[in-house]
């Protein structure tokens, strides 16, 4: 199948678990495919899965200031980028920069977990 033909997509936490399906899926689909990982050992991993039909990229999610690295080395890849998918697992980490985000939420009276009532 080819729905995505000429897409190009980010996938965090693509080295692993739900990720690395969906990257595979992705690339099934005729998407052009970046990934990312923050474990050595899953990069290499995906790396030696993919060879060259996927950009590999070692990167923490939740380090929001490496994430502008990630963002240039997908533009230098590809040039565009039409979609990303966020498959990275929760840890301390990871709460620890959710917790920094509400803090600088524009709404800091909306969790971003709870739905909107009316």
């Known amino acids: 199948m080819t729905r995505l ?6 996938i ?3 080295t692993s678990g739900i990720g690395l399906e969906t990257a595979r899926q992705f690339i099934a689909e005729g998407a052009r495919v970046a990934i990312t990982g923050s474990s050595a050992k899953s990069v290499d991993a995906a790396r030696a899965e993919f060879g060259e039909k996927v950009l590999v990229i070692q990167a923490d999610a939740g380090n929001v200031a490496g994430q502008a ?9 590809f040039g565009t980028l039409d979609t990303s998918s966020s498959s990275m697992p929760v840890s301390r980490s990871s709460a620890r920069s959710r917790a920094g ?5 524009t709404s800091p009276s ?4 709870k739905a ?3």
């Open 12 to 14: 965090t936490g693509g």
């Open 5 to 10: 033909a000429n897409k190009t997509a980010l």
């Open 110 to 113: 909306r969790s971003m977990s």
């Open 101 to 105: 985000a509400k803090r600088l939420s």
């Open 69 to 77: 690295g990630v963002a240039e080395t997908v533009k230098n890849a």
């Open 116 to 118: 909107p009532t009316s």
